[in-house]
């Protein structure tokens, strides 16, 4: 698998030679246009739809697929064109969950915290990329977030590498790094760290994937809302961000953007939605972050 899948049109078209008696057509005067996978090559785009050539969509695993954000990202992955293996905890939750009679939607069984032999079991060796919307179910449990935000991400990143899978994109959160922000008595960084310290288990996931060679996209949103986008995105860099909200709609669509866009490529990003924030593109959004 490859970070960014390469495409080559190799056009043959018909020519001959003469010779002194007769002339020899060696090919016919139609054109063949083929799809070639070049793997192992990075900085170009993942897309979801060919226009020209022979069509095979680009398969993308999504972890945490039935998950609030998970099920957005998954249609709308689905509706730019992609092909979605999702990879859910409870098959039949998901098939009343998810979009139902679609093709282009496979769905399996994936537990992030079963290891990460299991994990490369589900992914497969036709997923182009991993996209991580995981997320540890409230309960007794302190280690909850341990063995999903941090363990289980670490699962998802060493199934990747073993399957060559190069593009993974997290969905993690803003003040994961806010001890080093100052923002240690910032409610929602207490309230967070007190469900198990779960953003620091969530900034020890990153940390692991930006060491682990991966082509990554973290993405950290404010506060999550099921409720429709209420004003454009705000994109900053890394440990800038300490308040504010976005629609899951618009975390979705962050993700699904990052695929599409290689100035996403290793970088770390933090959104929310504002009303007063102007229109950007995503060109412009992910390009206005510098990589670290």
């Known amino acids: 698998m490859a970070t960014a899948t390469g495409l080559f049109f190799l056009r043959t078209s018909a020519f001959s030679f003469t010779s ?3 002339s020899v057509a060696l090919f016919d ?37 039935t998950g609030n954000t998970g099920k957005r990202i998954v249609e709308q992955l689905l509706a730019k064109g992609f092909a979605v293996k999702a990879g859910v905890l409870d098959i039949d939750k998901a098939k009343s969950t998810l979009p139902g009679q679609n093709p282009d939607l496979e769905i399996v ?11 490369a079991d589900a992914i497969g060796n036709d997923s182009d990329a991993v996209i991580c919307a995981t997320g540890f179910r409230r309960s007794l449990d302190f280690l909850a977030p341990w063995k999903v935000d ?3 991400t670490v699962n998802l990143v060493e199934a990747c590498r073993t399957l060559g899978v190069k593009r993974f994109l997290l969905v993690s959160s803003i003040l994961v790094n806010g001890a080093a922000m100052g923002q240690l008595l910032n409610p929602a960084y ?5 469900l198990g310290l779960t953003l620091i288990a969530k900034l020890q996931a990153e940390q692991y994937i930006r060491r682990s060679g ?6 950290r949103p404010g ?14 860099q890394e440990d800038t961000l300490y308040e504010g909200s976005i629609s899951r709609d618009q975390v979705a ?4 953007e990052a695929l599409l866009h290689p100035e996403s490529h290793y970088k770390v990003v933090e959104i929310v939605a504002r009303t007063d924030a102007p229109k950007r593109s995503f060109k412009e959004l992910f390009g206005s972050i510098k990589q670290h």
Request: glycine letters at 10%; a positive charge.
């Open 223 to 236: 506060g999550l809302r099921n409720d429709p986008p209420q004003g454009n995105i705000v994109m900053e």
């Open 214 to 219: 991966i082509n990554y996209t973290i993405i």
């Open 150 to 152: 941090n363990f289980g």
């Open 20 to 22: 002194k008696r007769h």
């Open 29 to 65: 005067n139609k054109v063949h246009s083929f799809r070639l996978r070049a793997a192992n090559i990075e900085g170009s785009e993942i897309e979801g739809k060919e226009e020209v050539g022979i069509s095979e969509k680009k398969k993308i695993f999504v972890a945490g697929a």
């Open 109 to 119: 069984k994936a537990d992030v915290t079963e290891g990460s032999a299991r994990l």
């Open 190 to 194: 207490v309230f967070l760290n007190v």
């Open 253 to 256: 669509e962050v993700a699904v």
